[in-house]
């Protein structure tokens, strides 16, 4: 039976991809040794479900969208530039929310409890942190010229984008990185 690399995700709207890609390209010249998350694969993920059965992934897109019929629409605002698991060793970049996040937390917390139930999902150890991925850098980048350029860009601001609608992805990994495609897309409210 075929397994297929299955998260959950919000898409974003186009001015914040521009953004994002414009703070990258900003930041490659502070830096070398990031790999950098292209423009097409920029997402919010809400939880990572890991390998699933193909026949699993109809059941998993019917609980997305049965969960996520129970929240609103709302707006996420992106903004400040972070680093995992903290600014002094820096393994990934990413950019923060300054708006959204309740709800996003909300959404997750379902999305969560519905997969638990489906036995298609572990619970993550750490909390759900909402957050955009700009960047991993490779183990030999040392942490010093980061510091500076994570505190240049702690307030940079994103923009907004609305989130209406919750996607179930497939990730496949290729030799030049993931290629990401949408299985299943649920509308939020409806």
Not at 50 to 79: I, M, N, W, Y
Not at 145 to 154: F, G, N, S
Not at 167 to 178: F, I, T
Request: net charge neutral; glycine share 10%; proline share 6%.
């Amino acid at each position: 039976m075929a397994r297929i690399r299955t998260f959950i995700a919000v898409d974003l709207a186009a001015g914040i991809k521009d953004r994002v890609v414009g703070l990258q390209e900003e930041l490659a010249r502070s830096g070398s040794g990031v790999k950098w998350v292209p423009r097409q694969n920029l997402h919010l993920t809400l939880l990572f479900l890991g390998d699933v059965e193909e026949l699993d992934v109809v059941k998993v897109c019917r609980t997305v969208q049965a969960r996520s019929r129970k929240h609103a629409p709302f707006p996420v605002e992106a903004a400040g530039l972070g680093a995992f698991p903290n600014t002094r060793r820096p393994k990934i970049l990413w950019v923060g929310l300054t708006q959204g996040v309740d709800e996003l937390r909300a959404l997750h917390a379902d999305l969560e409890e519905g997969l638990l139930d489906l036995g298609c999902y572990r619970r993550e150890e750490r909390g759900y942190t909402p957050h955009l991925t700009l960047g991993r850098l490779s183990q030999e980048v040392r942490a010093d010229p980061w510091a500076p350029v994570l505190a240049k860009y702690a307030d940079w601001p994103g923009g907004a984008s609305p989130v209406d609608e919750v996607l179930v992805m497939s990730s496949e990994m290729r030799r030049d990185g993931p290629e990401y495609a949408v299985m299943g897309r649920a509308p939020l409210g409806s």
